[in-house]
């Protein structure tokens, strides 16, 4: 030891282009693994699942454990059907986005799961404050898919009125809350939403969800304050998926062996969840759902997923990851292993498949002619340009009466 | 009708709106039990219940998006941040989230409520407990920014506030909150004896925002100010004589340009003043705003009496913002200049 001394470290990730990644070294529990306590259990209780990973499906694609949630073939089928759609409909929207005919989009390839799952195990009526990867909410709940183009290409039939970068949806009627660009503001906007349903005494859950680099900002840590203060009814969710734009997890995670163990610490039940595995995503959602209603408080989540696409249409993943990377990541795609577990319950089989996804390409096709049809940010038509002065304040002062005055309009 | 001072009319203000409407809930750092550092929630979790009146972790950005989340369930929450000094940790929450919530949802979502915090020097408070940072928010579209200078203001306008439905950061001038403190007691500023109390009607009322409020009448040339100053103006008339028209803001968004306008068209000579640095103050605002409106009936250049571009010191503070004899030389430099 006489040599040792204080050294300037700076975590690395464990590939970089030209490497042959390689996952073995991060020992995932298995699935089927992690005991399921009782929702009303003490957050210090809760030590064993912040630090493994529950999990559902196993490697032969069966469910198995004490977290099957024992779902009915046709909610499993309705789950594919929402994860299906999402990845078509990212698809085309990247490549409309190729086109020029959006300014900017942002893909869930790989993590349709984390959103879709969720959703479902979530009553309709919770309140949801997403970040810019949970597009998949909106579908499992329904939303129009004509309006969810029109607000991405900021058209004349846009619901936020051309305000909003594409894929920064509201949709109240969907209790899905007005997404902002800058990172974590909604973790403890969601607390505090949490905790006026409690004190309205309606029952509701609220559930956020931000990345693992999310986890440095502040707000991150005020929300954990929070929420284990006033033990709101909240479902915090870390979607792991790995990367912050180039940014591998260990810089925001640090030291601490899972982003799920955080929570420990503050005093919420926290668990890591396979975040690839539609069934463990439900059972957890599920779990700390119960516990919140329970009026035992707020559940931290960690997803733990892998971001198969680049962040945004404004970064090449090649830059800064082995391309093979999504190709080994050793929990697999979560569409593939939901089809193959229905398939292996006979409830599902490579035909209805292609039907389905040919039929979800269809709808996105028909839909984008549709949306096209009320303008595109290109060649318009938009929103009435006075509506750039509407909705600052409940009534418009002087100010905004003159601007507007001012712009002709 | 009572006399009260201004703590005891924003805690008057509190009581009403927790009494009227069920949705109203406060909270802030020691504003519960403890009833704040300057007792302005004082009582107030005794009479209405802790669910209503609750202390919060020290993090102000928390505290702000609690706000938010709040608002946004259709309660109407008045938060306390315990210093204007301590709210930039909640800048992020209030620029970019509470002030933008109602704008980017196209109206479906709303942030209504009411930040507020002790703000200005005055009170040996230091560099950490006397800023007056205003400036910051009214550049931000979406909230509202008030500043009461008496109580019956104070009460008024913050029941307005919340009741607007719009964010507001209420800045409260701690100088004045329990009446005239002069600091140094070799400088009395005598005519805040007058302010310090005053009648304040009971329950519920309000004063409209975006009214400026014609304090003292006068020929000789114009005061725009807010907060404090409003009483340092009014001491500068009585000590110089000096027959200035003084104009309290109380609204800093909107202010209330036609109050002003008026009032400068009929002296054509304006002093705007505030304790906050100089560079990019609200004053650099109401100056650029009176030259457009008034150019022809100036018969000065505006003159801009503030705070230092230094940060707020603790020895010297009144040597840092503006005092009676500054207001005096300024109001004499623009009603002499010809």
Redesign the interface.
Known sequence: MADASPRFHVPAPPFRPGDEPDFQFLKLPKAGEAKRPDPGVAAAETRELALGLVGVLDHNHQAVGEWDPKLSAEILREGLGHMVLTRIYDDRMLKLQRQGKMSFYMKSTGEEAVAVAAAMALDKKD?V?PSYRQQGILFARGRNIVDMMCHCISNSRD???G??LPV?Y???DGAF??I?G?LG?Q???????????A??GDGQV?ASWIGDGTTAE??F???L??AS?YRAPVILNVVNNQWAISTYQGIALGDAPTFASKGLGYGVASIRVDGNDFLAVYAATKWAHERAAAGEGATLLELFTYRGDAHSTSDDPSKYRPKTEYGVWPLGDPIERLKQHLIGQGEWDEKRHAKLEEEMTKLVVKSYKEAESYGTLHDGPLSPTESIF?????EQ???LKRQRRDLGV | MAVKNMIQALNDAMDVLLTNDPDV?IFGEDAGYFGGVFKTTDTLQGKHGA?RVFD??I?E??IA??????A????KPIAEIQFADYIF?AI??IV??MSR??????????S?CVVRTPWGGGIRGGQTHSMSPEAFFTHV??V?VVVPSTPYDAKGLLIASLE???PVIFFEPKRIYNGPYDGVPDKPLLSWAKHPKGEVPDGHYTVKL?EADVVREGEACTVVTYGTLVHVAEAACEASGIDAEIIDLRTLV?YD??TIARSVNKTGRVVVAHEAPRTSGFGAELAAQIQEECFYALEAPVYRLTGWDTPYPHAHEWAYFPTRDRMVRAMKTVTEAV
């Open positions: 309140m404050f619901n936020l009125k305000r909003q920064h509201t949709w109240k809350f007005t902002s800058n503001t973790f403890p906007q969601a607390v505090g939403y949490a905790m006026a349903c004190y309205k609220t502040g707000d840590h005020g929300a304050t929070l203060t509407e909705d600052v304040y409940a002062d002087w100010r | 809930v669910d919060t972790p993090n950005a928390a998006a609690m706000a938010v989340g709040m946004a369930r259709g309660l940790p992020d929450q970019s989230e919530i109602r704008y980017r949802s196209a109206g479906q979502f709303t209504g579209p979406g509202k607007s439905g719009d975006g909107p340009i036609e």
